[in-house]
């Protein structure tokens, strides 16, 4: 398997640090606001990489953060004039309810950041004692970039924009700020209630800093505290390789000395206009705007044709956002969809007790799954795993068409369509669950059979559209009509 390491800036054959064991971290969101799409772009993204690498067989542990501190939940919540666990946890809630919708797996350990402090404090302590840290006039405590060599290596920054004993204290900032980062900030009169006091040792006096956390500090600590020293796999969006994932480089292996990620993963964006989908920006859409402006489709479906669309293109490039392009991955998923149910229809519906399955059959079968897999230890190349499937999909609607399947090769389709889905989760087998049509319903069916063999065109397709308005669809094949639930 080859994953792209933002670190190297290449392909790289991966090797876990422990055999068949993988540590996974990947930054949760800040919790101040409802999560935009490009948010969720990322997450799944995420759950793709951990998903392909259950299904390659490796024991997964995950861990992510929610940034329930830092300058925008503290500001908005004053704003709001609400204290900052109230008005953070309804945004957690929001969040998780979100990534539930697009069957995003939830992380094995989703940590609020607050709960993190003495690890905060055991880390800077650790930072203070090494020289990697100082006390700065304003109170606050900065890490020392100049004394860690490797601080351009992710980012890939030309040192000479670092700005020697220069500080920052904002969470956020720009490439061009490359200068000493707040590890512990300062309370202001701005911070409302929002402190803690902790006690460090400097210059071998004991110190109460009357404290929040700087929002860099608060990956390292949560890293340090559910997984130790090292992970194997970093992941997150391109906008935070500087300064946030070189941050946490630099605190993290200053206090263990060791290599603290091998691998570091990250998505491209979602664009708007040409612009960066951002709150900042204020040309971002969440999940509830999407589901105002598609409320008539099947809510299945929308959910499904928005993680299609997140992953129907390799995970490093932005994409574009519209709504047009959204409907035609509804149209796509509606297409999965019906091959799923020719599928099942088959196999319900057959007679014959026929249970080979042919040679050259079986040697498609194992071509399919070994090109899907190949596709998936190929940096997650998902937009070619979907090809593997689309092959699939046209050969079984051909197939069936033509009468040339066994009812074993036939389940044997299905059966892989549920194998794919365990890294896409596109298909929702749900649908298969039959639903008891109406008396009323079949009678209309039945009426509109009659006034096909009469050539009463006009009457069948008054009918058919009678029961489009009853939200039941006509399925025709050769030999026979049924009726579907829309």
């Not at 980062?181 to 110190?207: P, R, Y």
């Not at 997984?227 to 997150?236: A, C, L, S």
């Not at 906008?239 to 060791?258: G, V, W, Y």
């Not at 319903?441 to 029961?467: G, M, Q, T």
Request: one cysteine or more.
């Amino acid at each position: 398997m080859e994953l792209y390491n933002t670190k190297t800036r290449k392909l790289e054959k991966f090797k876990p640090i422990a055999d068949r064991e993988l540590k996974i971290y990947y930054c949760g969101p800040t919790v101040y606001n409802y999560a935009h799409i490009w948010n969720l772009r990322t997450f799944v993204f995420e759950d793709i990489v951990v998903k392909t690498m259950k299904f390659i067989g490796y024991n997964i542990k995950t861990t992510m953060n929610l940034t329930d501190v830092d300058d925008k939940t503290i500001r908005d919540s004053i704003s709001a004039w609400i204290d900052l666990k109230t008005f953070t946890e309804k945004y957690t809630k929001s969040f998780l309810e979100d990534i539930a919708k697009l069957w995003i797996e939830k992380a094995d350990n989703v940590v609020a950041v607050t709960t993190l402090i003495p690890e905060m404090v055991r880390m800077i302590q650790t930072m203070l004692n090494r020289k990697n840290a100082y006390l700065w006039d304003d109170w606050s405590i900065y890490f020392w970039v100049k004394t860690f060599r490797k601080y351009w290596k992710l980012a890939n920054l030309d040192m000479k924009w670092l700005k020697e004993w220069a500080r920052v204290d904002n969470d956020e900032y720009d490439k061009d700020s490359a200068s000493d980062f707040v590890l512990w900030k300062a309370w202001k009169e701005s911070d409302w209630e929002n402190f803690w006091n902790e006690t460090f040792t400097i210059d071998w006096k004991e110190v109460i800093l009357k404290w929040r956390p700087g929002w860099h500090i608060e990956c390292s600590a949560c890293n340090m505290k559910y997984f130790g020293p090292q992970i194997d796999i970093h992941m997150w969006g391109v906008d935070l390789i500087f300064p946030h994932h070189q941050n946490e480089i630099a605190q993290t292996e200053s206090c263990t000395r060791k290599e603290f990620a091998r691998y570091w993963l990250h998505s491209g964006h979602l664009m708007v206009d040409g612009k960066k989908m951002s709150k900042s920006e204020g040309n971002f859409y969440t999940l509830s705007d999407i589901e105002e402006k598609f409320k008539d489709t099947n809510k299945s479906v929308l959910y499904r044709a928005i993680r299609l669309w997140f992953i129907n293109a390799k995970y490093s490039s932005s994409i574009d956002f519209s709504f047009d392009k959204l409907e035609a991955n509804i149209n796509a998923i509606n297409s999965i969809d019906e091959t799923l149910k020719l599928v099942n229809r088959e196999i319900k519906s057959w007679e014959k007790k026929v249970v080979w399955i042919s040679r050259d059959f079986r040697n498609y079968m194992q071509e399919v799954m070994q090109e899907y897999v190949l596709q998936l230890e190929d940096d997650f190349n998902i937009p070619e795993a979907m090809a593997v499937y689309h092959d699939l999909a046209k050969f079984t609607n051909t197939w069936i068409r033509d009468w040339d399947l066994s009812l074993e090769e036939i389940i044997s389709i299905k059966d892989m369509f549920e194998t794919m889905n365990q890294v896409l989760w596109i298909f929702d087998f749900k649908i298969l669950n039959e639903e008891k049509i109406s008396d009323i319903i079949l009678e209309k069916l039945a009426e509109r059979d009659n006034a096909k063999k009469n050539k009463d065109f006009d009457l069948a397709d008054k009918i058919r559209d009678e029961l489009i308005n009853e939200w039941y669809k006509i399925v025709d094949s050769r030999e026979w009509s049924r009726v579907e639930k829309i």
